[in-house]
């Protein structure tokens, strides 16, 4: 099997598996990724092989030289409004509330790093935003890091809230954040991972453009969890705050 055959036959599963319920094996030992620069080919044959176009991207700032965060989001899986649809993961909506922000130009693939006030010129709004998650993989699978990255670390979607100002967003370490459905309210001292949010930013256009992608007006970028999965129900009103810059109300429903 020819690496680049390798790589599509991987694309090809792992998309496969977007579907409800999934709990799947690790992929073939043939197709296994081996490391980082195996997991993000992986993602360049998804995004040929789907029939929509990339609508944002996950990340963090690295947490080894083996342990890159980074994933496309498509386009077919962001979502805004009253409603927001995807599948469960053990029965039950898992979100992760995160900070969006949405570019206004392109930042075209080059081999010279783009400045911080350049990116910052780019970003057009940011956005209240979660990440929207759904595990593929079996418990007890074995998978590796290689293998998650590959899947796009747990991302099945995103939903975009209401925007915020972007010199408050620019400025948010901490938020607290409260998550209340009916009587029930779930409260989190909320922590950027990564200290402020436009840093894993700043990180994933320069990595990227230097491996030949180039972003797009409109895309999305989300970096990083202020309180890691949530858990909340379906087919119930759900008001997302975050404190000193905003909140909404959400129905999640979920797809069979």
């Known amino acids: 099997m020819t690496t680049c055959n390798k790589f599509s036959q991987a694309a090809a599963e792992l998309l496969k598996r977007r579907a ?26 998804m995004i040929k092989q789907r029939n929509d176009a990339v609508g944002g991207w996950k990340c963090l700032l690295p947490i080894t ?5 980074v994933a496309p989001i498509f386009s077919q899986t962001v979502q805004q ?21 949405v570019l206004g130009k ?3 693939a080059q081999q010279q790093d783009y400045s911080e006030a350049q990116i910052d010129e780019a970003v057009a709004s940011c ?13 007890e699978s074995g998978v590796t890091f290689y293998e998650k990255l590959a899947d796009c670390l747990v991302n099945q979607g995103l939903f975009i809230g209401p925007q915020i100002d972007k010199s408050k967003a620019y400025a948010a ?14 409260t989190f001292a909320g922590r950027h991972p990564n200290q402020l949010p436009q840093n894993p930013l700043y990180w994933l ?28 129900d379906f087919d119930c009103s759900t008001e997302i705050e975050y404190s000193g810059l905003g909140k909404y109300t959400v129905e999640f429903k979920a797809l069979s």
């Open 20 to 45: 409800a319920g999934t709990k799947a094996p690790r992929l073939n030992s043939e197709l296994q990724p081996n490391c980082i620069d195996d997991a993000l080919s992986v993602h360049e044959q």
């Open 65 to 69: 030289d083996n342990q890159l965060v």
């Open 81 to 101: 409004g009253e409603i927001c649809t995807l599948f469960a993961d053990n029965q039950t909506v898992r979100i992760e509330p995160e900070i969006a922000f």
């Open 106 to 108: 392109d930042l075209p």
């Open 127 to 139: 956005h209240m935003a979660l990440e929207l998650m759904q595990d593929r993989f079996a418990p």
């Open 173 to 186: 370490s901490e938020i607290s954040i409260k998550v209340r459905q009916a009587d029930k309210t779930q």
């Open 205 to 232: 256009i320069n990595f990227m453009t230097k491996r030949g992608t180039s972003f797009k007006a409109g895309q999305a970028i989300i970096s990083g969890s202020y309180a890691g999965i949530v858990e909340v």
